[in-house]
């Protein structure tokens, strides 16, 4: 069966620290993968996603950024977090036909920045 | 552009009693419909789904939803809640229209179940 990781589950970091958070897929191949951001009270905010190995797109401009190094890791990263990127972070995957089929989440990393 | 709107922040139900949330989405073809829910500090869990057919869908863990064209909603019911469903509750919009890579969520209904 398919499974998903996604650590840390908790990460406090200052201002200005760099950000590596991982998420790998088990299971399955030529996963989509997808990052989202949960804010309290706004929902999911899909950030970026990856149909292959090197592809990224992003959906919105901000200070955060990602990579798909291999066929089952999603990496997302920053040089420098800021207050507002703190949240709680959801990595995700779906088959090649897209979210339109299901989309299956990882458990989350709540992210403080302070 | 496609939205969600989840017009219920918080309900509170007691156990056994039935359930409703409300979700009504804005998107200008026929949508692919979802919910899903999340407990405390998990990933979302996907209770069912709309891509077409029968406008009553029966999904996971005794829920089921009702998509109304004419009301723009897709409203999802449970008969008699546990209170192991305390949990937040997404609807969400995918395009039908050419991207499969994005779903747009609702804010979230958070749902009490009270002994």
């Known amino acids: 069966s398919q499974t998903i990781h996604q650590w840390p589950a908790t990460l406090v970091q200052p201002v200005g620290s760099p950000l590596s958070l991982e998420c790998t897929v088990e299971g399955t191949s030529n996963p989509n993968l997808y990052w989202y951001r949960q804010a309290a009270g706004r929902g999911l905010q899909l950030l970026f996603y990856?149909?292959?190995?090197?592809?990224i797109s992003s959906e919105v401009p901000q200070n955060l950024s990602a990579s798909r190094p291999q066929d089952r890791q999603f990496i997302l990263s920053s040089k420098k977090l800021l207050l507002s990127d703190s949240g709680f972070y959801l990595c995700?995957?779906?088959?090649?036909?897209?979210?339109?089929?299901?989309?299956?989440f990882g458990q989350g990393t709540r992210l403080t920045v302070v | 552009a496609q939205s969600v709107t989840q017009p219920d922040i918080h309900i509170t139900v007691s156990e056994g009693a039935s359930l409703e949330l409300r979700c009504n989405y804005s998107y200008g073809a026929t949508p692919y419909l979802f919910w899903y829910v999340q407990s405390p500090g998990q990933g979302l869990q996907l209770l069912l789904k709309?891509?077409?057919?029968?406008?009553l869908v029966q999904g996971i863990k005794g829920f089921e939803a009702e998509f109304k064209r004419s009301q723009s909603s897709f409203n999802l019911r449970k008969p008699s809640v546990h209170w192991s469903d305390a949990a937040e509750y997404f609807c969400?919009?995918?395009?039908?229209?050419?991207?499969?890579?994005?779903?747009?969520f609702g804010k979230g209904t958070l749902l009490t179940v009270n002994p």
């Open positions: 709309y891509f077409s057919g029968d406008t």
């Open positions: 990856s149909v292959g190995i090197g592809q």
């Open positions: 995700a995957w779906s088959g090649r036909a897209g979210v339109n089929t299901e989309a299956f």
């Open positions: 969400a919009v995918g395009d039908s229209g050419g991207s499969n890579y994005k779903l747009t």
